[in-house]
């Protein structure tokens, strides 16, 4: 069986005398998608937070299957690593597409600044890739040089996923990929991502409070309640039998339309 | 003149302010943090370039102050009257016969010699200020040499006007490492930054110190397919007839009328000095 791509031991995130998140611990395989969910307020995105780097946790391990060493730890790795992870290996989609973006910036220099920052200097190749970017998230080339200022919030949304897969990224962190849109556009997005992770193999970790959403993109599912772990397993096992009195609330939930 | 320390600030300062210019020299194009005093002109009037030639001034020293590449221009003219009042030094417009050389936004024409220091008035230190707002991370930036984000600035530019449209403080790289804001001169000058002379940068405001050495590597930032230009007016002085130098357009009447003439009036007026 291959290694994991990303193996998470006991990780623990306390805000003072508060639990961030406690006690997580898990593997996600290459090729895998990753849903976590729960109620606001229940450690999601302090745990995704952790993962990416972007908090420091007290407690645990994430170890990530880096191309040239194998497994590392990316909590003891150095600085420079660890934001070159961030900027290669890694992605990063918030929710909102502000935080992701850098709004004075054209589509183009936002898709080009991840290859730039890898050291592409021509031109031409950079917006070659930029407009093809563009091409595979459904925006048409002739916007590749509008601010995203310009662009609908869906718009603004699939740039941002571009902007984040152009270098080629192993493992992408999601936060809320479809927070604040409506839900047509929601269902396109969530269908272009789809095609996405599948033709890429990427694997992925998915925050969100949207059963529908992990429903469609994730293969497996951790359902979590104030900071703890409470229920894992398959994502149709998870929602079709739901074992935790937490995740049966959360299940029947839902409104049907 | 005996109300003052020679050239103004006292020697404590001077001190401070000389031990940051030596690191700035041992660590070309980095910024180094310096305690900038108050002087008696606005910021924005080259605090920062007054307080670095104030720390390198000695009694001996020929000073020549130009502004835009002028010596009688307001900025250049009060200067240089400071510091004939509290350093009583010998001022020159003469290039050749300077030892120190105040200067904003320009570069003297003729070569400097190892014997001088070109002194630069800066107003913003941070060439990645205007893509990234926040200091600490600007700082990261820095020491991680994760400089992408200046390229995005000329991939900007080329998207919007077909070419690198940065015409002035046009980024550096310093001996391959620091990316450096060369102050707002004219990218034509910018090949000049290879000198034989010592450069020095001082921004008051900002408080910020950095050095070029003589013989130091500067690299213009570019891209492979849009390599950097040192472009300049496409016209000959009309005073002088130099082909070589970088020029000033002059409105010269209300009817359309323009003449362009050198920026270095020093360099201009040498010439013309020959030729007669």
């Not at chain 1, 406690?22 to 395989?29: H, I, K, Q």
């Not at chain 1, 992990?214 to 979590?224: P, S």
């Not at chain 2, 000389?18 to 009037?45: N, T």
């Not at chain 2, 921004?203 to 110190?209: C, D, L, N």
Request: charged share 25%.
């Amino acid at each position: 069986m291959t290694p994991p791509l990303l193996e998470v031991q006991n990780l623990t995130k306390r805000y003072g005398a508060r639990i961030g998140c406690a006690d997580v611990s898990f593997r996600l395989y290459p090729g895998e998608v990753m849903g976590i969910v729960g109620e606001s307020g229940s450690g999601k995105s302090t745990l995704l937070n952790c993962l990416a780097g972007q908090l420091e946790p007290d407690l645990g391990r994430v170890l990530f299957d880096t191309r040239a060493e194998g497994p590392k730890d990316t909590l003891t790795m150095s600085e420079p690593e660890r934001r070159m992870l961030g900027r290669t290996d890694w992605a990063f989609v918030h929710q909102n597409p502000r935080d992701g973006l850098r709004m004075r910036v054209s589509a183009g220099g936002n898709v080009g600044e991840r290859l730039m920052a890898v050291g592409a200097r021509h031109y031409g190749d950079i917006r070659e890739a930029a407009v093809d970017w563009l091409g595979r998230v459904e925006i048409d080339a002739d916007r590749v040089d509008d601010r995203p200022a310009a662009f609908s919030g869906g718009m603004q949304q699939r740039l941002q996923i571009a902007r984040n897969l152009v270098t080629g990224p192993r493992l992408v962190f999601m936060d809320e990929p479809t927070g604040g849109l409506d839900v047509s556009v929601q269902a396109r997005l969530l269908d272009l991502l789809r095609g996405l992770v599948r033709r890429m193999g990427l694997s992925a970790i998915i925050v969100t409070h949207d059963l529908a959403v992990v429903r469609l993109l994730a293969d497996r599912l951790m359902v979590m309640k104030e900071g703890h772990v409470v229920e894992t397993g398959l994502t149709d096992q998870v929602l079709d039998d739901p074992q935790h009195a937490y995740t049966q609330l959360l299940v029947s939930s839902v409104l049907q339309v | 003149m005996s109300d003052y320390n020679f050239a103004y600030l006292d020697e404590q300062t001077k001190r401070m302010i000389r031990r940051a210019i030596l690191k700035g020299v041992a660590v070309p194009g980095y910024q180094v943090p310096f305690a900038s005093r108050e002087m008696p002109m606005p910021y924005g009037w080259g605090t920062g370039g007054v307080q670095v030639s104030s720390a390198v001034l000695t009694p001996e020293d020929t000073l020549k102050v130009i502004d835009q590449g002028a010596d009688d221009t307001t900025n250049a003219v009060s200067i240089r009257k400071f510091f004939q009042k509290v350093a009583d030094v010998a001022v020159t417009e003469k290039t050749e016969d300077a030892t120190v050389i105040q200067t904003r936004h320009r570069i003297p024409e003729r070569d400097l010699t190892e014997e001088q220091i070109l002194v630069y008035q800066v107003p913003i230190p941070e060439p990645l200020r205007f893509l990234e707002p926040r200091e600490t991370e600007t700082r990261k930036m820095h020491a991680l040499e994760e400089y992408g984000l200046m390229h995005v600035k000329l991939y900007e530019d080329i998207s919007r006007h077909g070419a690198i449209s940065t015409a002035y403080a046009y980024p550096v790289k310093v001996e391959d490492r620091y990316v450096m804001d060369p102050s707002p001169i004219p990218k034509f000058d910018n090949p000049k930054l290879e000198s034989s002379a010592l450069q020095l940068f001082g921004a008051g405001r900002e408080q910020r110190i950095y050095a070029v050495p003589p013989y130091t590597k500067v690299a213009s930032l570019d891209f492979d397919d849009h390599p950097f230009d040192p472009s300049k007016a496409n016209h000959v002085c009309a005073l002088c007839g130099a082909e070589d130098s970088y020029l000033d357009e002059v409105i010269v009447d209300d009817e359309g009328g323009r003449m362009f003439v050198c920026s270095d009036t020093a360099y201009c007026a040498s010439r013309r000095g020959e030729a007669a």
